[in-house]
């Protein structure tokens, strides 16, 4: 089954596609990538369905990526003595540590780390920011707010901080028992949620010590302040659009994610363009006009993958959303002005090592030869195709690489198209023979036409991109 879009779908599993036969219909529509919720269900039910995954990927000779999302650290309030509580704008509440349910006057804020944050005048948003409070008064165990925008409450709504930068790890304890589970299971990639600083992705590097890549998700406006740093040393980012938009003003979202997505293409980072992206698809069979150009709008921007949440893990048209914003990307990439539009913003101030200068090369090749069928990448760890994916050339990336689990991590990643091949090569002639064999598998090119390889020279070495080479079909 050939890959034929460069931007990826990511699509979250979930009860709505937990048997095979829906994953496999997923799979038939457009995903490159399954995510794994580790907010909801148990480990088995994740155990099972990855096993599932990986059953279909042999199944259909694909590389299929597996993308764990860690929860993090979500702030909830606590219970009612009823079912749900009005607040009135004007009136005071008050939050504390008191265990006790709460009602129209207080209730339970379980997270002492919250109180010693806040500072008078401070804002705190309530049920996805539906409800809005000021604080007042604030004690080390409680804070007395004024009711600035009221609503409808009730239990264990979560809580957001903007413009407050919590003392609390992205890591909880849950996430270090969910981590080593993923982990132990093979997963390709780690989604890192509520990022505030570079420490948060440090520390899970620590953790994960290169058994997967890490996604740094980027919902907080401190991690916005410093993102130059947490993209660097981050493998992956996403734009995850919902605390996003509740944790900075609303409007200011779309440019936000502009500007992650160009940051993230200026250090050759994957980037994936995250949530509500077709949201009415979870109860209809076709998406509002601007989810339709919301999603355009990604691909045009140069992402690496789109994603869909609650469509596919609990909508009722799961199969169909995968194949609308596939159709979607389709469209989009087809458009005449789409290779222009994400160079554009080709930015090659951070283009420093070898790899980059030879990826770099190797894409002004296209413009004097025209006849040029696909770039070949030689690519143990998977660096040097994401160096050529970063160029966002005109032609497709066939990456072949040493493993299976570089191969399955590239299948998130813009433009390529991976497979494994663990053969030591000693010489150009089956350097030659194995790219020619690569693309031919791969439908690309014709009698004439010709490859473009990058390699390292000596053949072989690791971490050695020094080489570009021709070879005509």
Not at 204 to 212: D, P, Q, T, V
Not at 297 to 319: I, K, N, R
Request: charged residues 25%; aromatic residues 6%; proline residues 4%.
């Amino acid at each position: 089954m050939p890959i034929d879009t460069h931007t990826k779908i990511l699509a979250t599993i979930g009860p709505a596609t937990a048997s095979k036969q829906m994953l496999e219909k997923l799979i038939k529509a457009g995903v490159d990538a399954f995510r794994f919720n580790f907010s909801h269900g148990v480990h088995e039910e994740h155990a099972e369905r990855l096993n599932t995954v990986r059953e279909l990927s042999t199944k259909y000779g694909r590389h299929l990526t597996v993308v764990a999302d860690l929860q993090g650290p979500k702030l909830r309030i606590g219970t009612f003595t009823t079912d749900k509580v009005t607040l009135k704008k004007g009136q005071h509440f008050t939050l504390d540590m008191n265990e006790a349910a709460g009602d129209e006057t207080r209730v339970c804020l379980p997270h002492k780390e919250i109180f010693a944050a806040l500072k008078v005048g401070d804002k705190l948003l309530l049920n996805d920011g539906n409800i809005e409070l000021e604080v007042l008064q604030k004690k080390a165990s409680s804070a007395e707010t004024l009711v600035k925008v009221g609503g409808v409450l009730s239990a264990h709504k979560g809580v957001n901080l903007p413009n407050v930068k919590l003392p609390i790890s992205a890591i909880t304890e849950k996430d270090k028992k969910d981590l080593e589970f993923a982990l132990s299971l093979g997963v390709d990639w780690v989604c890192l949620s509520f990022v505030q600083s570079i420490d948060d992705v440090r520390q899970a590097k620590k953790l994960i010590n290169g058994r997967a890549w890490i996604i740094s998700k980027l919902e907080k406006p401190s991690a916005i302040d410093d993102l130059d740093a947490i993209v660097k040393e981050s493998d992956g980012v996403m734009v995850a659009r919902g605390d996003l938009g509740v944790e900075c003003p609303i409007q200011t979202v779309p440019v936000l994610q502009k500007r992650i997505v160009k940051t993230c293409r200026k250090y050759g980072r994957p980037v994936i363009v995250a949530t509500q992206m077709l949201e009415s698809m979870i109860y209809n069979p076709t998406p509002t006009r601007a989810e339709v150009s919301d999603v355009a709008t990604a691909v045009f921007d140069g992402a690496d993958a789109v994603m869909l949440s609650a469509e596919t893990a609990a909508g009722s048209y799961p199969a169909e959303s995968v194949a609308m914003m596939h159709q979607i990307i389709t469209q989009a990439e087809s458009d005449s002005s789409y290779f222009a539009r994400i160079q554009s913003d080709k930015d090659l101030s951070d283009c420093d090592d070898m790899a980059d200068a030879i990826t770099y090369a190797a894409c002004e090749i296209t413009d004097i030869l025209p006849n040029m069928a696909a770039f070949i990448t030689y690519s143990a760890s998977g660096f040097t195709a994401l160096s050529m994916a970063r160029e966002r050339p005109t032609r497709p990336i066939l990456a072949i690489t040493l493993s299976e689990q570089t191969a399955r991590r590239l299948g998130l990643v813009w433009g390529i198209q991976a497979s494994v091949n663990t053969e030591v090569f000693k010489d150009f002639t089956k350097l030659e023979e194995t790219a020619v064999a690569t693309a031919q598998k791969a439908k690309v090119g014709k009698k004439g036409s010709y490859l473009v390889i990058t390699a390292g020279y000596p053949i072989g070495m690791r971490g050695m991109t020094n080489l570009i080479y021709t070879v005509q079909l």
